[in-house]
């Protein structure tokens, strides 16, 4: 079961870390993600470290701002989110995908999903 938290209303320019906690398995070796979804659109990958946060993946949008990491002895993967914008506002899911040999950006290889914390951003 994956959980996510730290979601919230945040003015733009602001910052969020969200927070994935893995229980009932580890996932010290899977590669590890967030996706968002906002209202009305698809989901979209945000970012993936592998299991020895050795190499990270981030969409184009986020880079510079998003930093993804994990703490495998916790099994909690993070998403540090600075310098908000309004659109990223939408629903932030975290996943894991069992092949550690692959940092993919594509939501079909992620086994494990959890519930969404949303995040708004108002300008």
């Known amino acids: 079961q994956l959980v996510e938290s730290g979601g919230e209303l945040v003015q733009a320019g602001g910052s969020l870390r969200l927070t994935c906690a893995a229980s009932?398995?580890?996932?010290?070796?899977?590669?590890m993600g967030w996706f968002r979804q906002a209202p009305g659109k698809e989901r979209d990958f945000v970012a993936a470290?592998?299991?020895?946060?050795?190499?990270?993946n981030y969409a184009d949008s986020v880079k510079g701002r998003f930093t993804i990491s994990r703490d495998n002895l916790k099994n909690t993967v993070y998403l540090q989110m600075n310098s908000l914008r309004p659109e990223d506002s939408a629903v932030y899911y975290c996943?894991?995908?069992?092949?550690?040999?692959?940092?993919?950006?594509?939501?079909?290889?992620?086994?494990?999903w959890g519930q969404g914390t949303r995040v708004t951003v108002s300008s």
């Open positions: 009932g398995r580890t996932v010290s070796i899977y590669t």
């Open positions: 470290i592998s299991w020895n946060a050795r190499n990270t």
């Open positions: 996943a894991a995908d069992e092949s550690p040999a692959r940092i993919s950006s594509t939501a079909t290889y992620y086994k494990y």
